[in-house]
């Protein structure tokens, strides 16, 4: 039974993971709740959003595995360590960690002395620790990495398992070369590119025998330019993985980039996909879009295209879209098409979620987005752009008439919506607002983000805290338009 019964305790703390005031409540219950808090406090001690230069005490519990003889070199080198009692520690906290942040570590070691050279000592010692008391690593981040602790003793048996690799092109290849010839089952490879340091890198996605996630993302100066061979050579080790790559994100700098730069043969072999997101894909052709097939797609995020483009791809999916979002700026509003975009919402994504939507403000749109609010139930969080004025000049008095329409329309339709974000030209009366925030009364809890700051006046701001207070709004902001068109931006 206290087994069972700790199985069920570390699967409800494992929901709190990333939640570290939570978990630090649990430590103080009894030690039976701290043993199950700590384990996974100290499976990724590195991720909880700590000041970690004043966190003396993560830098002294290191360097209390360290042996007597190591403690005493480093202080003959003048390296200030932590002083030691007799005591034994209450947990073996190493023996629980499951990544390493090279960063952070970098942070914690220079508690120690602010010398290269002290540091470096450090280093060696603190990664030779981590490589035997660190079993099956499954998570690292080598960005600044400076240290190859691929050749210590132990690396091979710590770092076989990973699972997880996050790094920058600034590191050495012969960095990347060490770790392709040990780290052969890298699932999340996340890549941010700094330089033309690519030989390395493809290497390491060469030999890797089970891939499913691959991220890249451009973030260079403006004295590097990127060469077309340099994209081709990873999109071409990509090509290989098809078979188990599920998830494809690519980043990529619209200054510098080029159309020769386009994973043009890659992504239409990628048919296991559940996620797909670029951020410009002005670049794809009409002909290479017919071929993309992606029946197991789940998450469709896309900037700089169509709405017949995202139409096409909506129709080429297999029906389990949970995630549509096309940058806001970038819609073509046409008529034909924006209503048959919401129109292919509807018949293809029954598991939509998540939603970002544009249309002008005629009847007819305003008939097919009801009509999608009561056929898509499971969509919790939908960002709304009405493009008043595309046509007409519209006055202030037409755009609050459009925004009663709307209101009127979410009220009376049947959806389950946690989350609304109005884009850009969105008016309400206050008039309009109590009403439709009166009528919400009994479905979940509303939050609702916008970039218009006449919502922080005081007639508004009273009317909102009124109904926040009856528990209807669960929050109501101003946010920058970066803010509210990133969905990955929580409320």
């Given at each position: 039974?206290?087994?069972?019964?700790?199985?069920?305790?570390?699967?409800?703390?494992?929901?709190?993971?990333?939640?570290?005031?939570?978990?630090?409540?649990?430590?103080?219950?009894?030690?039976?709740?701290?043993?199950?808090?700590?384990?996974?406090?100290?499976?990724?001690?590195?991720?909880?959003?700590?000041?970690?230069?004043?966190?003396?005490?993560?830098?002294?519990?290191?360097?209390?595995?360290?042996?007597?003889?190591?403690?005493?070199?480093?202080?003959?080198?003048?390296?200030?360590?932590?002083?030691?009692?007799?005591?034994?520690?209450?947990?073996?906290?190493?023996?629980?960690?499951?990544?390493?942040?090279?960063?952070?570590?970098?942070?914690?070691?220079?508690?120690?002395?602010?010398?290269?050279?002290?540091?470096?000592?450090?280093?060696?010692?603190?990664?030779?620790?981590?490589?035997?008391?660190?079993?099956?690593?499954?998570?690292?981040?080598?960005?600044?990495?400076?240290?190859?602790?691929?050749?210590?003793?132990?690396?091979?048996?710590?770092?076989?398992?990973?699972?997880e690799l996050k790094c920058n092109t600034s590191i050495d290849?012969?960095?990347?070369?060490?770790?392709?010839?040990?780290?052969?089952?890298?699932?999340?490879?996340?890549?941010?590119?700094?330089?033309?340091?690519?030989?390395?890198?493809?290497?390491?996605?060469?030999?890797?025998?089970?891939?499913?996630?691959?991220?890249?993302?451009?973030?260079?100066?403006?004295?590097?330019?990127?060469?077309?061979?340099?994209?081709?050579?990873?999109?071409?080790?990509?090509?290989?993985?098809?078979?188990?790559?599920?998830?494809?994100?690519?980043?990529?700098?619209?200054?510098?980039?080029?159309?020769?730069?386009?994973?043009?043969?890659?992504?239409?072999?990628?048919?296991?996909?559940?996620?797909?997101?670029?951020?410009?894909?002005?670049?794809?052709?009409?002909?290479?879009?017919?071929?993309?097939?992606?029946?197991?797609?789940?998450?469709?995020?896309?900037?700089?295209?169509?709405?017949?483009?995202?139409?096409?791809?909506?129709?080429?999916?297999?029906?389990?879209?949970?995630?549509?979002?096309?940058?806001?700026?970038?819609?073509?509003?046409?008529?034909?098409?924006?209503?048959?975009?919401?129109?292919?919402?509807?018949?293809?994504?029954?598991?939509?979620?998540?939603?970002?939507?544009?249309?002008?403000?005629?009847?007819?749109?305003?008939?097919?987005?009801?009509?999608?609010?009561?056929?898509?139930?499971?969509?919790k969080s939908l960002l709304l752009v009405i493009k008043n004025?595309?046509?007409?000049?519209?006055?202030?008095?037409?755009?609050?008439?459009?925004?009663?329409?709307?209101?009127?329309?979410?009220?009376?339709?049947?959806?389950?919506?946690?989350?609304?974000?109005?884009?850009?030209?969105?008016?309400?009366?206050?008039?309009?607002?109590?009403?439709?925030?009166?009528?919400?009364?009994?479905?979940?809890?509303?939050?609702?983000?916008?970039?218009?700051?006449?919502?922080?006046?005081?007639?508004?701001?009273?009317?909102?805290?009124?109904?926040?207070?009856?528990?209807?709004?669960?929050?109501?902001?101003?946010?920058?338009?970066?803010?509210?068109?990133?969905?990955d931006f929580k409320t």
């Amino acid at each position: 039974m206290s087994n069972l019964n700790k199985d069920i305790l570390f699967l409800i703390f494992e929901e709190f993971q990333d939640d570290s005031k939570s978990l630090f409540s649990c430590l103080m219950v009894n030690r039976f709740w701290c043993e199950i808090a700590i384990s996974i406090l100290w499976k990724n001690p590195w991720h909880y959003n700590i000041n970690y230069s004043n966190k003396y005490y993560l830098f002294a519990i290191i360097g209390f595995y360290l042996s007597n003889d190591i403690r005493e070199f480093l202080m003959k080198e003048g390296i200030r360590l932590p002083l030691i009692s007799s005591q034994s520690l209450l947990f073996d906290y190493l023996s629980f960690c499951r990544s390493i942040d090279i960063n952070i570590i970098n942070t914690l070691i220079s508690i120690g002395s602010s010398l290269d050279y002290d540091q470096f000592l450090i280093q060696q010692e603190f990664y030779s620790l981590f490589m035997k008391k660190f079993l099956g690593l499954k998570f690292l981040d080598i960005r600044s990495l400076n240290h190859q602790i691929f050749y210590c003793p132990e690396a091979k048996t710590c770092l076989e398992s990973l699972c997880e690799l996050k790094c920058n092109t600034s590191i050495d290849s012969s960095y990347f070369y060490g770790f392709a010839s040990i780290c052969q089952h890298i699932q999340r490879l996340i890549i941010i590119n700094e330089n033309q340091n690519f030989n390395g890198i493809v290497k390491l996605i060469e030999v890797q025998k089970n891939l499913k996630y691959f991220e890249w993302k451009d973030d260079f100066d403006n004295d590097y330019f990127p060469t077309e061979k340099l994209y081709k050579d990873i999109f071409f080790e990509l090509e290989k993985k098809a078979n188990t790559l599920n998830h494809f994100k690519l980043f990529f700098d619209y200054e510098y980039f080029t159309e020769y730069m386009f994973p043009q043969n890659l992504l239409p072999k990628l048919h296991k996909l559940k996620t797909l997101v670029i951020n410009d894909f002005s670049y794809v052709d009409e002909n290479l879009l017919k071929g993309l097939v992606y029946n197991n797609l789940e998450i469709l995020n896309i900037g700089y295209t169509t709405m017949d483009e995202a139409s096409i791809l909506i129709e080429n999916s297999g029906g389990k879209l949970k995630q549509i979002l096309l940058k806001p700026v970038d819609y073509d509003y046409q008529n034909e098409s924006s209503l048959n975009f919401i129109r292919n919402i509807y018949k293809n994504c029954p598991s939509i979620e998540c939603l970002s939507l544009a249309f002008p403000p005629y009847s007819n749109h305003f008939t097919e987005f009801k009509r999608l609010l009561n056929t898509c139930h499971n969509l919790k969080s939908l960002l709304l752009v009405i493009k008043n004025g595309y046509h007409i000049y519209e006055t202030e008095e037409k755009m609050i008439e459009n925004g009663s329409k709307l209101l009127k329309i979410l009220i009376e339709s049947t959806t389950n919506l946690r989350e609304i974000r109005f884009f850009n030209d969105f008016k309400f009366s206050l008039k309009d607002l109590k009403e439709f925030l009166r009528n919400w009364s009994g479905r979940p809890a509303l939050s609702l983000l916008t970039s218009d700051h006449i919502y922080e006046r005081n007639d508004y701001k009273t009317l909102i805290d009124e109904y926040k207070d009856a528990g209807i709004i669960k929050d109501f902001r101003c946010e920058s338009v970066a803010n509210l068109e990133n969905m990955d931006f929580k409320t």
